[in-house]
């Protein structure tokens, strides 16, 4: 079992910055990929939305389109944290945001996420 808590959410203004962390525990493995997923308001029981995933090196991210440039995500292997730095936040980004690791791809490239934490609500205010 890996154990993941996030950090760092909060109410912001429009065009603010956020700096979103996660700690894991428990069986963490850092060979595996993690990353960040969102919950907007109104959309719970839908798949959550994916916002950025990191290899386990560093080396590799990949971002969702609609934040590609404005957010950056990033790992610390030595103490078991991963990060998201969220810059010109828009109203459109209010979600709860969700740590994952253990993420692998199946045959058909979609996503598979072994842990995930509980959450953390990002407000931006308009």
């Known amino acids: 079992q890996v154990r993941l808590v996030e950090s760092g959410g909060g109410l912001v203004q429009a065009g603010g910055s956020l700096r979103l962390s996660c700690a894991a525990s428990g069986d963490y493995d850092r060979s595996y990929t993690m990353g960040w997923f969102r919950q907007a308001p109104g959309k719970e029981g839908k798949e959550r939305e994916f916002?950025?995933?990191?290899?386990?090196?560093?080396?590799?991210?990949n971002y969702a389109a609609s934040v590609e440039g404005r957010f950056t995500i990033s790992r610390d292997n030595a103490l078991k944290k991963l990060y998201l730095q969220m810059s010109n936040l828009q109203p459109e980004d209010t979600a709860v945001y969700f740590c994952?690791?253990?993420?692998?791809?199946?045959?058909?490239?979609?996503?598979?996420?072994?842990?995930w934490g509980q959450g953390t609500q990002v407000t931006v205010s308009s």
């Open positions: 916002v950025a995933a990191i290899d386990w090196s560093g080396a590799a991210t």
């Open positions: 994952a690791s253990n993420i692998e791809r199946n045959d058909w490239g979609e996503r598979l996420v072994g842990y």
